[in-house]
């Protein structure tokens, strides 16, 4: 998101940074709500093909967090009306889900976010309809792994620029662009809460993590250039050169040793190209 805080938390403690610090016990809120985001996106992957409505997909998204007693973050947020935003080739993220067919090789991010109990697990990841082509596999390989090695670096002691650091040293050194015009946040009992998660930076810049902290990374990353326009619907962020865009998110927490990824893939199927 792009820098709008949610207000509403109260418990814990807050740092000079302005990031809430959680307990031990609230580990246990953010692994339950991150499981059922991760299962809705594992169940979604079967519908994913040709012909195939971005709307159809939302309406499957929205019946299975009914089934599992959980509850959308998104419909109702900031006039948003969907269960998922789904980002289909050159849209970059907040993609509206509507009543355009899929098309074989089409690539899509799919991301979701529910409460459960009050804690949020937001998480997306990529789908392909029907054949993945090689440039796009290409594309969301670099991707994944970019977001894993800016996972790699959230430990007690590192900054928050040492994680954007690991992201675009990682997708650069690819010849790919990071996109610098949305970026991860805080979550746990709200939404979107402090801080601004970049996917670039440098080492030792920005705020140091601490055990306790709950955030997203979710980095986009083009084939083109890094740059973004949003459309007159207010929403869908595309590429400006039209290059195809992928993303990964998860949701984390700090712990002592390093971090708790609480969206991990039940099925093992974060990928398009696994299980
Ligand atoms: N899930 C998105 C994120 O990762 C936010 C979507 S807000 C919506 O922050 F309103 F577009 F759904
Ligand atoms: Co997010
Ligand atoms: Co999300």
């Not at 098309?103 to 309809?129: C, H, K, P, Q």
Request: a negative charge; one cysteine or more; hydrophobic letters at 40%.
């Amino acid at each position: 998101m792009q820098g709008i805080y949610d207000m509403h938390d109260t418990a814990g403690r807050i740092t000079k940074d302005g990031i809430r610090i959680y307990e031990d016990a609230d580990f246990t809120g953010m692994r339950l709500a991150g499981q059922v985001a991760a299962e809705i996106l594992d169940a979604v992957a079967a519908l994913v093909k040709p012909g195939a409505t971005t709307a159809e997909l939302d309406d499957f998204i929205r019946e299975d967090i009914d089934r599992r007693g959980a509850t959308s973050a998104t419909i109702g947020y900031k006039g948003y009306r969907h269960a998922s935003c789904i980002s289909v080739n050159h849209v970059v993220c907040h993609g509206i889900p509507g009543g355009k067919q899929l098309a074989d090789g089409d690539i899509l991010n799919i991301d979701v976010t529910v409460i459960v109990d009050g804690w949020f697990g937001d998480t997306s990841r990529m789908y392909v309809a029907g054949t993945l082509p090689r440039k796009a596999e290409r594309l969301i390989d670099v991707t994944h792994e970019g977001l894993m090695r800016g996972i790699a670096a959230v430990m007690p002691g590192n900054t928050f620029g040492d994680i954007g650091h690991a992201i675009q040293s990682y997708v650069e050194a690819n010849r790919m662009s990071v996109v610098r015009d949305f970026c991860g946040h805080g979550l746990g009992r709200v939404f979107h809460a402090p801080p601004n998660v970049l996917h670039y930076g440098r080492p030792g810049s920005g705020a140091v993590l601490e055990e306790g902290m709950f955030f997203t990374i979710e980095p986009m990353v083009n084939l083109g250039r890094p740059e973004t326009k949003v459309l007159a619907d207010d929403w869908t962020a595309v590429t400006r050169d039209r290059s195809l865009s992928a993303q990964f998110e998860h949701s984390v927490g700090v712990t002592a040793t390093g971090c708790e990824i609480f969206t991990l893939s039940p099925a093992g199927r974060f990928h398009p190209t696994w299980a």
